[in-house]
């Protein structure tokens, strides 16, 4: 049986003092089970409890992640937090918390669990767009909450990254947020490993996240996983306003050498809208098997088309090689278009459709565009960068490769200046795939400081009195360049 009772139940302190109160962890299975029922009972669906309290320590012990059908998920076995204000901090501002004690399997325990008051009462598996910007964007400034505190996480891995409501937040899941060696760090040591964390962070960009299939079948279904191509273009949509420009076509970068090779020119049927100029047979083709009355020419220029059209000629033996070749061209086009006719049964061009990013930058991308990521990700020379640098600005590339390119350009030991002209043209790049077609501007990829794209993860809603790259604030990008600073003379801000 569970019983939960507020903090000011009398058996409390008789209770504590007698060292009945316990943590999670020494709870058996059958204990954990009783408490997934209890956090359901008091209404804590599908929230993350941010602390079980050992006795009356501030301590933080597990994080644990409870669905709404009274199934305990997962023990996340956590590291200990002294400042409980700064774990408030760290589940962001307006967060409700609700704290009880309970009596499972005949010990005392406290729960505090930290849920969104705003979203308690929304439905916890609905599928909405914002999941992934709101998701990246939450981790990023939960890791930035972190290293302005002087902490670092140690351990930003998918398996840490969980749904929360709408969004996708990341928990203390045995990570060093408070080590307790963390006094004895140097301010250097400190910042490498504050360093670790954004490069797992793009790392993760790279990678799908969980997506929660065993938390709620219907939730797992809709919730959709995100990359880094689709975080950016996100914020090109949400933040910027701007309209996506449909990359080169699709056969253009994965058809192009099965064209060729078939003796077909790239794009020959793209383009190609009326249906007469592919499949209209040539009168040479054409050889009649009966008599067709003979018809006096008459002084209407349409009228022998419309003749035409009343007496169809019947396709005989001799016909068969014009037939095959239509058969052929439909066939191509066919394969082109993806499966689709260039021309409905009304014989009218079909209505444009939304272009498919996800497929096409997914597992369509061509095969030198993953060699290229590849390479990136393993070869940190500047030969590999710039092949990869090369590639977003053609506009070939998607952003994911060049998530990678940030990931490689953050290990090089740089230490170099940074002005206007080095915010326009990384924000040049970065919004590439997301643009039109644009001139960037000419500057040597080597010249550029990375740490500027980080600042576009972080950036706020534009302001119109700033430059027309100005959604990051001035401040966060100052803060971020003395914050990751490669220079070997770099201090952590305090």
């Known amino acids: 049986m569970v019983e939960s009772f507020l903090p000011e139940h009398p058996d409390l302190k008789s209770e504590a003092s007698s060292g009945s109160v316990v943590g999670y962890d020494q709870l058996s299975d059958g204990a954990r089970h009783q408490f997934a029922l209890l956090l359901s009972g008091l209404g804590l669906k599908g929230v993350v409890v941010g602390a079980l309290v050992s006795g009356f320590s501030r301590s933080l012990l597990p ?23 700064f774990v408030k901090e760290i589940h962001a501002a307006g967060n409700g918390k609700v704290e009880r ?3 499972v399997a005949g010990a005392l325990v406290l729960v505090r669990a ?44 998918a398996e840490n990254c969980w749904v929360r409501g709408d969004t996708l937040t990341l928990l203390d899941a045995g990570a060093r ?20 964390d954004l490069l797992q962070f793009l790392k993760l960009l790279d990678s799908a996240f969980p997506t929660v299939s065993d938390r709620a079948p219907d939730l797992g279904e809709k919730a959709a996983q995100f990359s880094a191509e689709q975080l950016l273009r996100e914020i090109g949509q949400r933040i910027f306003g701007l309209e996506l420009a449909p990359p080169k076509e699709v056969s253009h970068l994965l058809s192009r050498r099965e064209k060729e090779s078939s003796g077909v020119k790239s794009g020959k049927f793209i383009t190609r809208r009326s249906s007469e100029e592919e499949v209209e047979p040539a009168p040479s083709f054409q050889e009649p098997v009966r008599e067709v009355p003979s018809v006096q020419p008459s002084p209407h220029p349409h009228a022998s ?50 272009f498919n990013y996800s497929a096409y930058w ?3 991308q061509p095969p030198f565009l993953r060699e290229v990521a590849k390479a990136a990700a393993v070869d940190g020379t500047l030969e590999a960068q710039q092949v990869v640098f090369d590639s977003v600005v053609r506009g070939d ?23 206007e002209g080095d915010r326009k043209f990384l924000f040049a790049v970065a919004l590439k795939p997301l643009l039109p077609p644009r001139t960037v501007p000419e500057k040597p990829f080597s010249e550029v400081h990375p740490a500027i794209l980080l600042a576009f993860l972080a950036e706020l809603p534009p302001d119109e009195n700033k430059s027309w790259f100005g959604a990051v ?8 360049f003395r914050r990751y600073s490669f220079d070997d003379k770099a201090q952590i801000v305090e």
């Not at 396709?315 to 191509?332: D, N, T």
């Not at 590339?397 to 002005?419: C, G, K, T």
């Open 305 to 354: 088309i419309a003749h035409e059209a009343e007496t169809p000629p019947v396709i005989g033996l001799g016909s068969l090689p014009m037939f095959a070749v239509v058969l052929g061209i439909l066939g191509i086009l066919w394969i082109v278009r993806g499966g689709e006719f260039p021309f409905s049964s009304s014989g009218e061009p079909p209505p444009e459709k939304n």
């Open 362 to 364: 997914g597992s369509g």
């Open 101 to 103: 004690f309970a009596r």
């Open 114 to 157: 930290y849920g969104d008051t705003m979203l308690g009462k929304a439905e916890m598996n609905r599928a909405l767009p914002e999941i992934q910007l709101k998701g990246a964007r939450g981790i990023f400034d939960q890791l930035l909450t972190l290293h302005r505190n002087n902490f670092f996480h140690g351990n930003v891995v």
């Open 177 to 196: 947020i408070l080590d307790e060696r963390k006094s004895d760090l140097s301010p250097q040591s400190r910042s490498e490993i504050q360093k670790r």
């Open 397 to 419: 590339a998607p952003s994911v490769v060049a998530a990678s390119l940030i990931r490689n350009a953050l290990s090089q030991p740089w230490s170099v200046e940074y002005d």
């Open 63 to 85: 994080m644990v992640l409870v669905d709404g059908q009274t199934k305990l998920l997962r023990y996340f076995p956590g590291s200990k937090v002294t400042d409980d204000s």
């Open 473 to 480: 604030r001035i401040e966060t990008l100052e803060d971020l």
